[in-house]
């Protein structure tokens, strides 16, 4: 992949806190042309900085809170299994690979109802297999949230 620049990052930075600003608030934003901002996105897009413009929702207002499943595998080249196993499973949002205490760390996407979002839990529970260790942390409020 050809490296970034600067104004690559900044663009990006820009973007992930708003991504619906046009060509033209980029383009006085970062001081730059219309013309340019548009090269500059459609080359992102090609290399695959750029995935989707998207939204972020209020999970609160919606009903909904996350937690994290941090697990710990007995056998660490498992993951890429276990990986395959929980990749599609509806309320699964983000699995990450992790080096040190957890080897992977799983975001849920979960009712704010207590006892629905246990059933969730443990249902997603049974699913994890080998593990030496497993800790559920439920999020109650998100402070900060920023892309890059």
């Known amino acids: 992949m ?13 973007l992930s806190q708003n991504s619906r600003l046009t060509y033209r608030e980029l383009a006085e934003l ?7 901002i548009a090269r500059r996105i459609t080359k992102l897009k090609k290399l695959g900085v750029i995935k989707k413009f998207t939204i972020i929702p ?32 509806e309320y699964v949002k ?12 799983v975001r849920l996407l979960l009712p704010k109802d207590l006892k629905e979002a246990e059933g969730i839990i443990n249902e997603f529970l049974q699913k994890i297999k080998n593990a030496e260790s497993v800790e559920v942390v439920l999020i109650s409020e998100i402070k900060k949230f920023e892309i890059i």
């Open 94 to 105: 983000e699995i990450e690979k992790g080096v040190g205490r957890y080897n992977l760390i």
């Open 58 to 89: 209020d999970l609160d207002k919606l009903g909904y809170m996350y937690a994290f499943v941090l697990v710990k595998l007995r056998v660490p080249s498992e993951v890429d299994a276990m990986i395959s196993e929980i990749s599609n499973v």
């Open 30 to 36: 970062m001081n730059t042309t219309r013309q340019r």
């Open 2 to 14: 050809r490296k970034l620049d600067k104004v690559d990052i900044q663009l990006v930075k820009i």
